[in-house]
């Protein structure tokens, strides 16, 4: 790993960050960059893929989320990658999800060089969107990251506050905010050869003695760390059929959360299909059998199946949570079940893209209590 | 012009066993035709009579079966029952086989097999298939499965009692006219080309061994009546009652060994059967009633072929059979109870009594039956001195040339290998007519397939009451009643037996007078008779796919018995599902796939040879890899048997054989590296010395042997007097006289690191080598000592003589517990203490010799070789066949053939006959230009399909590949499904995540209706 600073000049965060943007751009190296940047109404920001320097205003930092950066970039990738370099910006999370997608074919990283971001945390689009603050949502971000304060948690999306990990890994670069006064210095670093070479021509310096980047890396991650088991023993609660059904009480079948869901890649989803189509005698028949039928029938059948298909990919970057019509808090519900099915599996989703996914591994000692001895 | 042809294209069996039905088929497959010469009114033979078989416990009958329907309904095969072999006139090629076909008196053209005749016949006699247990009509159906399924008139009676009284009241009521009881005898002169012997062998009759008290005593049975008891469709129902007073025995007990390894009446061999059996039905017995308790007197309990002792072991372990080592002195009755009172000595030679409610003899096979001498003396065959047929041990399915044998008419044995040698000798016969195959066969023509894809269900229903299998439990009536009521249901109709021939016939007319569509079979299970009622659909004009089957036996009545009620909702609501799913089958088109004419075979060892040469001998083009320098396998580490084969000279013709055959291509120090493709289109990579070769062949067998045990105990590899048997077989090999010296003593410990908890499995062979060993060394000085130490010894079959020969040459037989293993004290000279239970005392023996019988482990190759061509493994580390009884030699991976010790540890003869039959059924495949594809193969829906893959990674054929479209312009990346190499499994279907792969047959939208049936209901 090679680590620099790239110097922020007029306390101009973004402005510095842009212009490192438009420099790796103009180097030749890499004909696009995908990056997340306002629409006109500046209500939002979204993956924009870029081809002209002059076109990027991009905001690495806006705390939002409104779509799946990783299936963007599965959408770039799947049918033909890219013949040349293109550099794609992705939060932590986003990157796990991005080398799911690619142990599961949907996405490629060839000539993908990914530029990881720190996370400080995003914001629910509407949130974002009406911000009630004077300032905006990314200075304010800024200024919570520069003064250490936690003024922004009370904003955060459920999902960021437990944050499996806001530090990226598996980047070739990384802009990193913390360990550094981002509105003097933001710490760049390469961890790939393409990395490497990318910045190495770039108006960087390099980086001083010490080991303040590491420290705050560990602090965070341990803060997280505590957050997230804290959350986990409050969730405990949710266990056996009576209290799932009575969670997913809200849910209207409206599948929302697929859509939303980077993991989600099937074309259409089952529930969506003819399968369950039925005769009108039998849904007659089920309800002469109990007096009652609920309809629709299968959004219960729908949320645990999804969650069976899903979870042991899970991210938790919480898109399902935010795409939820009626405020289902689901990761109360994914979170530990992706903690613990992961366990089960001894999988660490989006951690190495040559970990295979559990449901291609065979192992025979795998589940022994289950079935015969 | 038709190619002239020397040979006659057709085979005549001789006998309808198992072997026989086994050979016809086999032979009517490769496309001869096929004459069946029955002497009783049925086929089946005394597979037919048995209940369960061992090791599997299947039901027998459930699973011949269909052989006898598939024999029945075959083009090329001809059925001739009642009919007695009189005479055999010409040469190989070119025979006629004169017989006579005594009068049925019924006209099977015409016989329904409704049963009325029966009803009205006023004449009772003995029912023979039940040995008399209980009394059947002078018309009668033999079975209720029999084929031809048609009635008998039995004029003769049974010599005590008198037969058909010509009263003619069947011929008045007879609906279908089809008793005539002026039929005459026919002279038969069948021309054919080779004759195959499969006439079995009779069971012993214990009456002429009166201390059993068999016939004098009513509550002693032999081990064939005891089958009927056992037997759903038997006297008793299934119901264990013993016949004195029809009370339920508890204590019952199994006597092993009568008529057999019995010089008294001159049956100095082993039965080879007998002690599976006894094992099979005690077990059964224990699961009819669980307060039973058996007893096994027994001399050995000879466990030798593949998962035999683990069977004993579960006998003994969980169903608490006792086992009790003794010499049986007398069977009597107590007059008052009809109890019987067993006076046996023991292994410590104490004389004991017992009292039994029942006592079970377990008789063998006899080889002295009348019609055996009979047919022996027309056909002028040499007979052995247990008046069984003679053959080579290198040669062991021929007699004479184009005359060939088959099951237990060459030596007492189990099922398997009967079957083996069927279709060995439908090699035999297959080689010696190849110039006129297909020249005297018809092609089966179906009618054109009606379309009913579109059509709006119309499902026939026909419900089995299986005797009283499911009809016993499962008020099968008030069923037919609740399935009327489903929906699309348009015909009703219940069965004493849906297998049966006649009900076929049934099953094709309503089809096409109720214009049905769909058919459900409300029965047992599809494994062994779907294929069956597949066919019938295809004689109506239907896809055979338009069929499904509900099991309401084994998952309903036979696991229900004690609570019938439940038992017939449960019926309801299981067929309930089915008919939800049959309303949504459609159509299946097979994928028709070519097939090269040409073999590999892997393994140059005796059955990798024998196999080559059998499938070069027929005409097909084979490749033979073997992975050392020189061809002969394990036949290196062999020098001589004690039937007088001269190894060296064994592998020196066979390698000169094999090498000259201008159709067999051997490679040697070469191995297989790669393997891609399916049946009938293998494309496979060979690594030679030299070169990488590829070629395409269709079919594989897979022989790579095995090797012996090395072991780790007693001394072995530190001290130079302990030797493993094929190592002092070696030595024996060059020893003259007067390299053994007077005295010299040899100990020989069997089962060394073998049957116990490491290696679970008898190895067969060791034995017999031991007992040629001693007897070499015997032979080489008699004043040499030999002793050698068993647990039980395996000398089955007529090979018993040899260890009777050995005893009486002085070698000593010591048997020794498990428990109580031999111990070996090697301070100065070696000396082997063993526990004596006579004596009741720790025998000390002085030794110049050690010699551990280790037997062998599986090829470390098998893993390998298994993976490459997907075929499994049992628990010991050897192939494992499709089936064990059924279908010894074939995978169930189509294409895939074993043969020799890779399958088990076996004789050389035996690894011969079993190489011969894997080339018959290899040879059933490479005869046809094309095959069809498994018809439940899975497909893709490309609009649903994301490319993800993981179907590739769990898919254990390589069957599905991931594929770059372009439709439409537009590039689509999708899996894709070779047809040829899915098997079916169904393992991609479930672990799609997307449902984008669906299985024919099983797709969504029919298996979700059945969940949404059982679910709603």
């Not at chain 2, 009513?218 to 004195?244: C, D, M």
């Not at chain 2, 049992?874 to 074939?890: I, M, S, T, W, Y």
Request: charged share 25%; aromatic share 6%; proline share 6%.
């Amino acid at each position: 790993m090679t680590q620099k600073v790239l110097k922020v000049k007029d306390n101009d965060v973004l402005g510095s960050t842009n212009e490192f943007l438009r420099h790796l751009l103009s180097s030749g190296k890499i004909q696009a960059l995908l990056v997340p940047q306002s629409i006109p109404s500046k209500k939002v920001v979204y993956p924009v893929l870029i081809a002209d320097p002059k076109k990027l205003h991009a905001d690495i930092i806006a705390p939002v989320l409104p779509v799946a950066t990783a299936t963007v970039v599965s959408k770039i990738t799947k049918v033909q990658p890219p013949s040349k370099p293109i550099g794609v910006v992705l939060r932590s999370c986003q990157i796990r999800a991005l080398i799911e997608l690619v142990k599961l074919n949907q996405a490629s990283l060839t000539n993908i060089v990914l530029i990881g971001v720190d996370c400080p945390g995003t914001f629910p689009i509407n949130t974002y969107a009406g911000f009630p603050e004077k300032k905006t949502p990314t200075h304010f971000i800024i200024d919570a990251i520069t003064k250490k304060t936690n003024d922004a948690e009370q904003y955060l999306r459920s999902a960021c506050k437990v944050c499996k990990d806001p530090i990226p890994t598996n980047a070739d670069i990384i802009l990193g905010f913390y360990g550094t006064d981002i509105e003097k210095e933001i710490i760049v670093e390469a961890h790939s050869e393409i990395g490497k070479d990318l910045l190495k021509d770039l108006p960087l310096e390099d980086e001083k003695e010490g080991n303040a980047r590491e420290k705050a890396v560990k602090e965070i991650r341990e803060e997280k760390d505590k957050k997230r088991a804290m959350f986990l023993k409050e969730k405990e609660g949710i266990k056996g059929i009576e209290k799932v059904a009575e969670f997913f009480d809200k849910c209207v079948n409206c599948h929302n959360c697929r859509q939303a869901c980077p993991i989600c890649y099937c074309k259409e989803c089952l529930f969506d299909s003819s399968v369950f189509d039925a005769e009108a005698y039998k849904f007659i028949r089920r309800a002469e059998n109990k007096g009652l039928f609920k309809m629709p029938s299968d959004a219960l059948l729908f949320q645990l199946g999804r969650m069976n298909h899903m979870i042991l990919s899970c991210v938790e970057c919480g898109l399902c949570e935010q795409a939820c019509p009626n405020t289902i808090p689901l990761m109360e519900v994914f979170i530990p079940a992706a903690e613990n099915a992961q366990k089960e599996f001894e999988y660490h989703p989006g951690k190495d893209k040559t970990e295979k996914v559990p449901m291609i591994v065979y192992r025979e000692d795998e589940f022994l209590e289950v079935g015969e001895k | 012009m038709s190619k002239k042809s020397e040979t006659i294209g057709a085979v005549a069996v001789i006998g309808g066993g198992i072997a026989g039905v086994q050979a016809a088929l086999d032979l009517a497959d490769m496309g001869y035709k096929v004459y069946v010469l029955e002497k009783s009114p049925s086929i089946g033979g005394v597979m037919a009579q048995l209940d369960k078989t061992f090791p599997t416990n299947d039901c027998s009958m459930c699973i011949l079966s269909p052989k006898l329907v598939d024999c029945a309904r075959h083009q090329n095969i001809e059925i001739l029952t009642n009919t007695m072999v009189e005479g055999l006139e010409g040469n190989p090629g070119n025979f006629t086989v004169k017989a006579l076909k005594k009068p049925r008196y019924i006209d099977l053209e015409k016989c329904t097999s409704c049963g009325s005749c029966e009803a009205v016949c006023p004449v009772s006699l003995p029912n023979a298939f039940e040995y008399g247990l209980v009394k059947r009509k002078a018309i009668y159906k033999p079975f209720p499965q029999a084929i031809p399924n048609a009635y008998v008139i039995d004029k003769e009676g049974d010599g005590k009692h008198r037969g058909c009284v010509d009263c003619m009241r069947c011929v008045k009521e007879c609906k279908s006219g089809a008793i005539n009881h002026e039929q005459k005898a026919e002279q038969l002169s069948i021309h054919v080309g080779a004759v195959i012997i499969a006439a079995g062998s009779p069971p012993f009759d214990p009456v002429i061994k009166p201390e059993f008290g068999y016939k004098k005593y009513k509550n002693v049975l032999t081990s064939v009546e005891f089958e009927r008891v056992l037997s759903a469709s038997g006297p008793t129902q299934g119901k264990i009652l013993r016949p004195s007073d029809q009370k339920h025995p508890t204590k019952v007990a199994w006597v092993h060994c009568v008529g057999s390894r019995d010089a008294s009446v001159n049956h100095e061999y082993c039965s080879a059967m007998c002690c599976m059996y006894t094992a099979k039905e005690a077990i059964i017995a224990k699961e009819h009633a669980s307060d039973i308790e058996p007893t096994v007197f027994y001399i050995d309990v000879r466990s030798y072929g593949k998962d035999f002792d683990k069977y004993i072991n579960r006998a003994k372990k969980e169903h608490h059979l006792r086992y009790v080592r003794s010499r049986i002195s007398e069977i009597t009755e107590d007059p008052k109870t009809k109890d019987l009172i067993i006076k046996y000595e023991d292994d410590k030679g104490d004389f004991k009594e017992e009292t039994y409610n029942l006592v079970v003899l377990s008789v063998g096979l006899c080889g002295a039956g009348e019609r055996r001498n009979e047919l022996m003396d027309i056909l002028g065959f040499d007979a052995n001195e247990f008046k069984y047929v003679r053959t080579s041990p290198d040669d062991p399915v021929v007699i004479k040339p184009g005359v060939f044998v088959a099951g237990s008419f060459l030596e007492p044995q189990a099922i398997p290998e009967s079957v083996m040698q069927a279709s060995a000798a439908a090699a035999n016969a297959a080689a010696l007519l190849k110039d006129s195959r297909g020249t005297l066969v018809k092609e089966k023509k179906y009618p054109v397939e009606k379309n009913v894809s579109a059509e709006k269900p119309r499902i026939g229903v026909f419900l089995c009451h299986c005797g009283i299998n499911i009809g016993g439990y499962v008020d099968v009536p008030a069923v037919a009643e609740y399935v009327r009521s489903l929906p699309d249901v348009a015909f009703v109709e219940t069965n004493v037996y849906t297998c049966s021939e006649d009900t076929q016939k049934k099953i094709v007319d309503a089809i096409k007078k109720y214009d049905l569509n769909r058919i459900l079979v409300a029965a047992c299970t599809p494994r062994t008779h779907e294929p069956l009622f597949q066919k019938s659909l295809r004689d109506a004009g239907l896809n055979p796919y338009l069929l499904e089957m509900t099991n309401i036996r084994e998952q309903c009545s036979w696991v229900h018995m004690d609570e019938p009620r439940k038992a017939t909702e449960k019926a309801k609501q299981l067929i309930a599902m089915t008919v939800a799913k049959t309303r949504f089958l459609q159509p299946i088109q097979e994928a028709e796939i070519p097939v090269l004419q040409k073999a590999l075979v892997i393994g140059g060892g005796i059955a990798g040879m024998t196999a080559a040469l059998s499938l070069a001998d027929q005409g097909y083009e084979t490749v033979l890899v073997e992975k050392e320098s020189k061809l002969g396998g394990y036949l290196h580490k062999m020098y001589y048997t004690v039937d007088g084969l001269d190894i060296p000279r064994l592998i020196k013709q066979m390698t000169e054989k094999v090498s000259k055959h201008p159709l067999i291509k051997v490679h040697t120090s070469s191995q297989v590296k790669s393997l891609k493709g399916y049946v009938g289109s293998y494309e496979s990579e060979i690594q030679t010395p030299t070169e990488a070769i590829s070629f395409s062949h269709g079919v594989i067998v897979v022989a790579i042997g095995a090797d012996e045990y090395k072991p780790h105990t007693y001394q072995y590899s530190k001290d130079s007097r302990v030797l493993t048997q094929s190592e002092l077989e070696k030595d024996l090999s060059v020893l003259k006289k007067e390299d053994i010296r007077d005295g010299e003593t040899f100990v020989m410990i069997q089962c060394v690191e073998s049957r116990d908890e490491k290696r679970p499995y008898c190895s067969r062979i060791c034995c017999m080598q031991a007992v040629k060993n001693a007897l070499k060394i015997k032979e080489l000085n008699p004043r040499a000592e030999v002793f050698l130490l068993y647990r039980d010894l395996m000398t089955y079959g007529f090979k018993e003589k040899f260890y009777k020969d050995a005893r009486e040459k002085g070698v000593m037989f010591l048997q020794y517990d498990p428990e109580k293993k031999p111990e070996l004290e090697s301070k100065n000279g070696l000396v082997v203490k063993v526990y004596e239970p006579m004596l009741g005392e720790l025998l000390k023996i002085p030794t110049d010799h050690l010699i551990l019988s280790t037997g062998l482990q599986p090829n470390p190759d098998n893993p390998v070789i298994g993976k490459l061509l997907k075929v499994p493994l049992n628990e010991d580390g050897f192939f494992l066949e499709a089936h064990v009884k059924l279908r010894p030699v074939d995978f169930s991976t189509r294409g895939v053939f074993v043969a020799g010790n890779c399958h088990v540890p076996k004789f050389i003869s035996e690894s011969m006959y079993q190489a011969q039959a894997a080339a018959a059924r290899a040879a059933t495949i490479l005869c046809k230009p094309t095959l069809k594809a498994e018809p439940n193969v899975v497909f893709v829906d490309d609009d649903l399909c994301s490319g993800c893959s993981i179907c590739i990674s769990v898919c254990p054929y390589n069957a599905i590949e991931r594929v770059e479209e372009e439709i439409n312009g537009k590039k689509v990346i999708h899996a894709k499904v070779n047809e040829g190499l899915c098997q079916g499994c169904g393992t991609c279907v479930s672990a799609c995540p997307s449902s984008a792969i669906q299985q024919q047959g099983f797709k969504d939208k029919q298996l979700l209706p059945m969940i949404d049936e059982i679910t709603s209901s």
